[in-house]
């Protein structure tokens, strides 16, 4: 049986990719309801070590899921927790932001927020509370009024386990 601690290493959940990296090829390999798989080529030649500049690179070849509006949610197994477990819909939380970190599900009727760390779904009706991730946010005592205000709790959230 395998130990606890080789189990989770072989898991990178919520990966980021990172920054500035041109994508030579990207293709839909899989697509869902909420999401698309794609497997995209990515161009590392200016980020390689110079002891490697004399063999050539053709990049290296990732699977990311995307939502529909082509916004990283993260690697496949993610996506499939989200959207097809949850039913979540994922979307970035702000303009400028590159990671879905955001999204309704229509299956609970909660505003979902997270991140690498932790994910939480709130519903009209929900209070912060003392202590709660988002309190530094959105005051303790504060109600969700409607789905609108739920959306609010998720953003704060998302951004405080971020």
Known sequence: MPSRTNTISRRRPFVTLPRGL???????????????????????????????????????????????????????????????????????SKPGNSVCSIGYSEKDGKWYGWSHRALYGFRPGDVVAEGDCHADAIPPGTVARDITGARQFAEAFAESVS
Request: negative net charge; hydrophobic residues 35%.
């Open 22 to 92: 041109p994508i030579l090829e990207a293709r839909v390999v899989l697509s869902r309801p909420l999401y698309d798989v794609w497997e995209e080529y990515w161009d590392d030649t200016d980020y390689r070590p110079p002891s490697s500049a004399a063999v050539p690179s053709r990049g290296f070849k990732i699977l990311v899921a995307r939502n529909k509006n082509g916004d990283y949610i993260g690697d496949p197994s993610n996506a499939k927790y989200l959207c097809d477990a949850k039913g979540i819909a994922p979307v970035i």
